[in-house]
């Protein structure tokens, strides 16, 4: 009697195994494979660093020359001078703590934090995320390309309150505004963990960061500064508008 037990005991544990087999085949089918991490494609590499040299050309000579074409023949090296120098300033800025005050990883909605401070923790091979979902490209030349908006926002300001400011203030100023306003806004507008980002904000070209950005700055700056000595009464036409 024990055997025959024994026996059918044994035929429904090989029934329901056979049963269960394709359930369990199944599942293990089902699991998930790890996705494969995003790789930079060559093309958009090339196609950021062309973007990136564009953006510079803007700057230099395109903004100094649009400028110095504005104002009177006596101010036009202080003009061409004050974009350079601040085009240099804001590059080396931007690698000391500039992309870290931005891009810096932080999980704060103003301030990106400390962690990227002279490039830490950047390599060849790191990598940025896009607009795109599942689109990166290399973190160098991410940098690139902020950079050069970082360069441009505070070189646009000037215009307005060109031929009234000291160079050394010019300077000053650049280094204090991007410091606790370019930074901070680029960092909310820009980064996945910025407050304007989280409210679903697209900045694709620097309509907030750098236009809005620099727009009020310069109609401030333009306000506390005044007229330029000598409004209305002498001779303030642009010395080359082919410039």
Same mark, same amino acid.
């Given at each position: 009697? %024990?055997?025959?037990?024994? #026996? ?19 599942? %293990? ?9 995003? !790789? ?29 074409? #504005? ?8 003009? #061409?001078? %004050? ?21 810096? $990883? ?6 990106? $934090?400390?962690?990227? #401070? ?14 795109? %979902?599942?689109? !990166? ?21 000037? $215009? ?54 620099? *727009?009020?700055? *310069?109609?401030? *700056?333009?306000?506390? !500064?005044?007229?330029?000595? *000598? ?13």
């Amino acid at each position: 009697m %024990q055997l025959n037990k024994f #026996l059918t005991l044994g035929k429904l544990g090989a029934t329901a195994t056979a049963l269960m087999a394709p359930a369990i085949a199944f599942a %293990q089918d089902a699991a998930p494979a790890a996705a494969a991490a995003p !790789v930079p494609e060559k093309a958009d590499t090339a196609f950021m660093y062309v973007a990136t040299i564009l953006v510079l050309f803007m700057i230099l000579p395109g903004l100094a020359l649009f400028y110095g074409g #504005l104002v009177r023949t006596k101010n036009m090296l202080s003009v #061409l001078m %004050q974009c350079t120098v601040i085009t240099a300033v804001m590059m080396l800025i931007w690698v000391i703590y500039g992309y870290s005050f931005a891009f810096g $990883g932080g999980t704060g909605p103003y301030f990106g $934090g400390f962690g990227k #401070l002279f490039l830490s923790g950047v390599s060849l091979d790191s990598t940025s995320a896009t607009f795109s %979902q599942g689109v !990166v490209i290399y973190e160098y030349t991410f940098i690139a390309f902020q950079m050069t908006f970082a360069a441009i926002t505070p070189a646009l300001i000037i $215009g307005a309150f060109a031929e009234r400011v000291k160079f050394s203030a010019v300077i000053l100023f650049t280094i204090l505004w991007a410091t606790f306003v370019y930074f901070p806004v680029a960092h909310m507008v820009w980064d996945a963990n910025g407050l304007i980002f989280g409210m679903g904000a697209l900045d694709f070209a620097g309509g907030t960061v750098v236009h809005i950005n620099a *727009g009020i700055a *310069g109609l401030i *700056g333009a306000i506390m !500064v005044g007229k330029r000595t *000598g409004f209305g009464k002498d001779m303030m036409a642009p010395h080359s508008m082919t410039l």
